[in-house]
């Protein structure tokens, strides 16, 4: 058996840039030129040529589902290819080298504890819809963690995560893996990434000299000390959206490179299964990769307001809920199959709903189970990841927020615009003073186009991919 293991680990997404006011419809964005949209460039220079080179095959990876559900009817080819290499690895080596991700790639340790399963399970369902079966690994979004996440994880059977160097304790023989123990008492298996070698390749590629170079210069002599598995997590776009051509760095590192230099290339479910943790580690709790102060960058006051609108939304979907005799919890958390396409609204009411529903109720049930998705997906990691409240990605989350409240008001004949409003208005861009209620009455004024037949661009400038 070789003594010395490599693996590459992918985190592809792209963030929900549609219109939420119609049916998430995503048209042209300024400043992906010569592509109509983010999702159209990032696929054509990241996620085709990666699948055409079958690096899809050859590295662990995670794609978020808004970017599945997109690419599913506008790159069926490609979709189909990635779907393809998570089948083949598992026909050959028994496991799926695909992860899964968070729905709607939320910060889960400032979500609710409910939250945080349901996002987790939606998760779970959504891969088992897309790929045939259940993921064995989670990618945490900017693998943010607490041990009350890695318990949510452990519960609904995800068997490992990924963390970085700096967010553990006690990784001493390279990426693992290790067993974190939780509160309950369980464990979790995590594995750790090189922080530096990741880094390095995410923001540096260019400058490596290829594949070959960087593999004899940089892993040839991490053999002596390293551990016996040494794994980069980063950012899958790395490779031809942000470093147009790098697939190709990726390919020849996989399937030439690391063996030439004494390694034998693995993916994480696969080596799970054939080494399981010996030892244990300690996390860094409230972390995540490019934050160690306490998760302070998803924090503020914009996400104060979202809180507080939560809140008054979850408290308006369960008085509705409980008043009808349904579980409310239990339906919202199946109501991720009616998004898939697996069943219908009638469906999902038949099965999991209260015995007996008027069609007033069952009205009022799928509207604010329609709503309690945009409140979801107002939590996106990238509407609070900026200094900058002024963005489109602050727009977007704001636009999710909106829906919601109009689903709401639909349903409950309750508006609570006015509330949300007020508590924007103590979120400030630092760049230009604007607040977050004047973005707010921006979008409310694209919610008003979007309802008239012509297509209504969103406002300001399009979010980075």
């Not at 189909?80 to 799926?96: C, K, L, M, P, Q």
């Not at 007033?360 to 049930?365: M, S």
């Amino acid at each position: 058996m070789p003594d010395h293991f490599f693996c590459v680990h992918c985190n592809f997404y792209q963030s929900p840039r549609g219109n939420p006011f119609r049916n998430d419809e995503l048209g042209v964005e300024a400043g992906a030129e010569p592509y109509r949209n983010f999702n159209e460039k990032a696929t054509a220079l990241c996620y085709t040529p990666n699948a055409e080179l079958g690096n899809f095959e050859k590295m662990s990876f995670n794609i978020g589902n808004s970017l599945m559900r997109w690419l599913e009817p506008n790159a069926p080819a490609t979709y189909r290819r990635i779907i393809e290499a998570d089948r083949r690895h598992r026909e050959r080596w028994g496991v799926g080298n695909a992860l899964t991700q968070p729905m709607h790639h939320a910060i889960l340790p400032l979500c609710l504890p409910r939250d945080q399963e349901l996002l987790v399970r939606w998760a779970l369902i959504a891969h088992e819809h897309r790929f045939g079966h259940r993921p064995e690994g989670l990618w945490l979004p900017n693998l943010g963690v607490t041990l009350d996440v890695l318990q949510v994880l452990h519960n609904n059977g995800v068997k490992f995560t990924v963390l970085g160097q700096a967010q553990v304790e006690g990784a001493l023989e390279g990426a693992g893996p290790y067993w974190v123990r939780l509160p309950n008492g369980g464990r979790i298996a995590v594995y750790v990434r090189d922080d530096d070698l990741s880094n390095t390749v995410a923001f540096a590629v260019r400058s490596l000299g290829g594949a070959g170079r960087w593999a004899r210069n940089a892993l040839m002599p991490l053999k002596k000390n390293a551990g016996r598995l040494i794994l980069l997590a980063l950012e899958g776009e790395t490779f031809g959206y942000h470093h147009p051509g790098e697939e190709n760095f990726l390919h020849w590192l996989l399937e030439h490179e690391a063996t030439a230099v004494g390694f034998s290339v693995t993916t994480l479910a696969r080596d799970l299964r054939d080494h399981p943790p010996q030892t244990e580690i300690t996390v860094r709790e409230y972390t995540a990769w490019n934050s160690a102060r306490e998760l302070a960058r998803w924090r503020g006051t914009l996400r104060d307001a979202f809180d507080h609108l939560a809140k008054r939304l979850d408290d308006l979907y369960v008085g509705c809920a409980q008043g009808a005799g349904a579980d409310p919890w239990r339906l919202r958390e199946e109501y991720i199959r009616v998004r898939l396409g697996q069943i219908n609204e009638a469906q999902l009411l038949q099965q999991f709903g209260p015995k007996k529903v008027t069609i007033q109720q069952a009205q009022v049930l799928t509207t604010l189970l329609q709503s309690q998705f945009h409140r979801q997906r107002m939590y996106t990691s990238n509407a609070f990841f900026y200094d900058d409240l002024d963005r489109a990605e602050t727009r977007l989350a704001i636009a999710d927020a909106v829906r919601a409240v109009q689903l709401a008001s639909i349903a409950t004949r309750t508006d609570l615009t006015a509330d949300f409003r007020a508590e924007l208005e103590q979120a400030v861009s630092t760049q230009n003073g604007r607040t977050g209620a004047q973005i707010l009455d921006e979008v409310l004024e694209w919610a008003r186009e979007s309802s008239g037949r012509e297509p209504a661009a969103a406002p300001a400038e399009a979010p980075r991919a």
